[in-house]
Structures are given as structure tokens and as C-alpha cells.
């Protein structure tokens, strides 16, 4: 335990979060490579006060993997086909696993070539996506990606879901400071936050979602129960998560997000579907100031009056855990401690 002088208000470091993360996931049918892979994505997300991405998730985690619908052991297949695309079948394993065997013939594929394509199939994504973008933005490319997933969302004018939440993300270096990180769904809510609300028995904003009868509503607990959350924007929110539908889920060979069916599986939360990342050389054929460019771009922002540049806060909220640990309830630790100590 990183801070022992108040045992209400624990707090462990990254190292600890991550171990015992790991072996919830190794007690639950995940092989101890793709459990450090998930470990590490799921304890940075805690670190990073990205809450619904965190812990949170763990019970999901587990679920999933016992009922069977998610396989933790699986080794993707990966092949590239021509000078700079890469297709991965993640064989029904989840993304950050795959993505993570590929990351070597990513990163030679970029400096041979100054771009990789990455097409994800077959891939359960249940995280963030910032983690799948900043690495290759810290070793000065650009990277963007997009995941479709569960049918949860209506399109503009519609009344049932077709589509997921459906993120996307970039990450871009910038010259004498953390990379400029954008990640946020398509619809208005991550539904990860709408469940955050039920939760806490909070009402979403108005418009958030609608409910089983297509009528809108601001009750968590009527989105999630056979409800659905609106596209952000309207009808150009709707455009972009149909954009998305078409890159992650038919790019890729992937599932449509509304292709999903648990039928068979209780309590399995993991959607199946797909994701395509880009990954690019912004100074290949020469340029040589584009991270300079893009600290003058930030810069503008600011003096523009943008209170704070994308991705800065998680950032500030890392540096503050590794510092003085991450803060977790003592009844969460206590139960991933349980989760942890539990046979498969």
C-alpha cells in the first residue's frame, strides 16, 4: 500500500493496481500476456481519473470472460499486405492484445514507408482509446484510430440503435510539451459515463438519450434498459458515427455494431467488433517543424482562451497519482482484492 496513514482513503501506485488487476484477469481464462496488456490499460485509465475506464470495468472484464464470449487467451494472426497495410483477426481476443503483437511491424512499417494502416478484426475493445494513440505520439508520429462496438445509439431521426458509441481518437506530438490526445465517442455520452450515472442514481442531461419506446429521457436506468443514447451534434454527430461504422466495421472485415448478439452468453459486456488505426510520419519526404507548428497551433488555442488543451488534464491527474498513489474506495480495493483471490 502506497499510503498507510488513512486506511478509508487507500492508495496504491500504478505497479500495485496493475498486479492485482493482472491476476483478477489470469484467475478468469486470460493468458498472463494478454492480462499485463489489459492490466496496464485498465490501472492507467484509474491513474488518469478516466473513472469509466477504470475499475470500474473490471466486473465487466470478468463477466465476459467467464461467460465465454471473449476468449483471453487467443493469439492473433497477423499479415501485412503491401508496403504499408497490415490486417490483424484478433481470433475473438480483445484489441489491445492484438494491437499490442503488431506494434514492432507497426512502427518498422511507418518509418519504411511514412504510413501504416492497421485493420482490426474479430476484437472485443472495452477501454479507452487515448492508450492505443499516445505511445506511438510520444515517439513523434501521428495516430488515429476508430472502434464501433454495441448497437446503443440511434441514428439522427431514428428509433432504434444501430450504432455504437463508436470513439475516435488522435494523438499528435508536440515540441516541448505532452502530446495534444483527443478521444471522445460519437454519441453524447460514453456509455461507460451513462452507467457511471445509473450508479449513482444521477439524471443524464437533457437529450443525452431515449428510452425501450424511442421517447427521450434523462433516466440512466431507461437508456440502459432496452433505451439508447443520441449521436452528439444531430444529424453531422450521426455522419460521423456512420463514418466510423464504415472504417472499424466494414474496413476491417469486422461486425457492424448492431451485429453483436450475446444470446448464449450471460453477463457478457465486451462488444465484438473492429478498429483501424493509422499511424503516420509527419516528417516523412522531408518536413522537419511539425511538431513546432503544432506547439504554435496550441499556443493559439490558448491565447484564444481554450482553458485547457485536450488530453492535458489526464496528464495532470498521472503525475499527481504518481506522486502520491491513486486514490481507490476501500470497498473497490477490497473487492478487486476478492476478484483477485478467486479461482476461474
Same mark, same amino acid.
Request: aromatic letters at 6%; one cysteine or more; proline letters at 6%.
Given at each position: 500500500?502506497?499510503? &498507510?496513514?488513512?486506511?478509508?482513503?487507500?492508495?496504491?501506485?500504478?505497479?500495485?493496481?496493475?498486479? +492485482?488487476? &493482472?491476476?483478477?484477469l @489470469?484467475?478468469?481464462?486470460?493468458?498472463?500476456?494478454?492480462?499485463?496488456?489489459?492490466?496496464?490499460?485498465?490501472?492507467?485509465?484509474?491513474?488518469?481519473?478516466?473513472?469509466?475506464h477504470? @475499475?470500474?470495468?473490471?466486473?465487466?472484464? !470478468?463477466?465476459?470472460l467467464?461467460?465465454?464470449?471473449?476468449?483471453?487467451?487467443?493469439v492473433?494472426?497477423?499479415?501485412?499486405?503491401?508496403?504499408?497495410?497490415?490486417? @490483424?483477426?484478433?481470433?475473438?481476443?480483445?484489441?489491445?492484445?492484438? +494491437?499490442?503483437?503488431?506494434?514492432?511491424?507497426?512502427?518498422?512499417?511507418?518509418?519504411?514507408?511514412g504510413?501504416?494502416?492497421?485493420?482490426?478484426?474479430?476484437?472485443?475493445?472495452?477501454?479507452?482509446?487515448?492508450?492505443?494513440?499516445e505511445?506511438?505520439?510520444?515517439? =513523434?508520429?501521428?495516430? @488515429?484510430?476508430?472502434?464501433?462496438?454495441l448497437?446503443?445509439?440511434?441514428?439522427?431521426?431514428?428509433?432504434l440503435?444501430?450504432?455504437?458509441?463508436?470513439?475516435?481518437?488522435?494523438?499528435?506530438? !508536440?515540441?516541448?510539451?505532452?502530446p495534444?490526445?483527443?478521444?471522445?465517442?460519437?454519441?453524447?455520452?460514453?456509455?461507460?459515463e451513462v452507467?457511471?450515472?445509473?450508479?449513482?442514481?444521477?439524471?443524464?442531461?437533457?437529450?443525452?438519450?431515449?428510452?425501450?419506446?424511442?421517447?427521450?429521457t434523462?433516466? #440512466?436506468?431507461a437508456?440502459?434498459?432496452? =433505451?439508447?443514447?443520441?449521436?452528439?451534434?444531430?444529424?453531422?454527430?450521426?455522419?460521423?458515427?456512420?463514418? !466510423? $461504422?464504415?472504417?472499424?466495421?466494414?474496413?476491417?472485415?469486422g461486425?457492424?455494431?448492431?451485429?453483436?448478439?450475446?444470446?448464449?452468453?450471460?453477463?457478457?459486456?465486451? #462488444? &465484438?467488433?473492429g478498429?483501424?488505426?493509422?499511424?503516420?510520419?509527419?516528417?516523412c =519526404?522531408? +518536413?522537419?517543424?511539425? $511538431?513546432?507548428?503544432?506547439?504554435?497551433?496550441?499556443?493559439?488555442? !490558448?491565447?484564444?482562451?481554450?482553458?485547457?488543451?485536450?488530453?492535458?488534464?489526464?496528464?495532470?491527474?498521472?503525475?499527481?497519482?504518481?506522486?502520491?498513489?491513486? #486514490?481507490?474506495?476501500?470497498?473497490?480495493?477490497?473487492?478487486?482484492?476478492?476478484?483477485?483471490? $478467486?479461482?476461474?
Open positions: 500500500m502506497t499510503d &498507510k496513514a488513512d486506511p478509508q482513503d487507500p492508495r496504491v501506485s500504478f505497479q500495485e493496481l496493475k498486479l +492485482l488487476l &493482472k491476476a483478477i @489470469i484467475n478468469n481464462r486470460t493468458s498472463s500476456e494478454t492480462a499485463d496488456i489489459l492490466a496496464e490499460n485498465c490501472a492507467g485509465c484509474e491513474r488518469d481519473n478516466a473513472l469509466s477504470g @475499475i470500474f470495468r473490471m466486473p465487466g472484464y !470478468v463477466d465476459s467467464r461467460s465465454g464470449w471473449v476468449d483471453g487467451r487467443a492473433p494472426d497477423i499479415a501485412q499486405f503491401g508496403p504499408s497495410f497490415i490486417r @490483424i483477426d484478433a481470433r475473438n481476443g480483445f484489441a489491445q492484445r492484438a +494491437l499490442a503483437s503488431a506494434d514492432q511491424l507497426i512502427r518498422r512499417t511507418v518509418r519504411e514507408t504510413i501504416a494502416i492497421v485493420a482490426i478484426r474479430n476484437s472485443h475493445h472495452f477501454s479507452a482509446l487515448w492508450p492505443d494513440v505511445p506511438f505520439a510520444l515517439a =513523434g508520429y501521428m495516430a @488515429i484510430t476508430a472502434v464501433n462496438g448497437a446503443n445509439v440511434v441514428p439522427h431521426g431514428g428509433r440503435a444501430v450504432y455504437g458509441t463508436n470513439p475516435i481518437a488522435f494523438a499528435v506530438p !508536440v515540441h516541448d510539451a505532452q495534444l490526445v483527443v478521444d471522445q465517442a460519437t454519441s453524447v455520452m460514453a456509455n461507460g452507467r457511471l450515472h445509473a450508479l449513482a442514481n444521477k439524471p443524464v442531461p437533457s437529450g443525452t438519450g431515449v428510452d425501450r419506446d424511442g421517447n427521450p434523462i433516466d #440512466p436506468h437508456i440502459l434498459a432496452g =433505451g439508447a443514447l443520441n449521436t452528439f451534434g444531430g444529424y453531422k454527430g450521426s455522419s460521423i458515427a456512420l463514418f !466510423v $461504422e464504415i472504417l472499424a466495421g466494414a474496413v476491417t472485415g461486425q457492424f455494431s448492431f451485429e453483436n448478439d450475446f444470446t448464449g452468453f450471460p453477463g457478457a459486456q465486451t #462488444p &465484438k467488433a478498429q483501424l488505426l493509422i499511424v503516420i510520419d509527419p516528417n =519526404g522531408g +518536413l522537419t517543424n511539425f $511538431e513546432s507548428r503544432l506547439a504554435l497551433l496550441c499556443a493559439q488555442l !490558448v491565447d484564444a482562451g481554450q482553458d485547457r488543451l485536450p488530453g492535458a488534464r489526464r496528464f495532470a491527474n498521472r503525475a499527481a497519482a504518481d506522486q502520491s498513489g491513486i #486514490p481507490i474506495a476501500l470497498g473497490e480495493l477490497q473487492r478487486l482484492r476478492t476478484l483477485a483471490g $478467486e479461482g476461474s
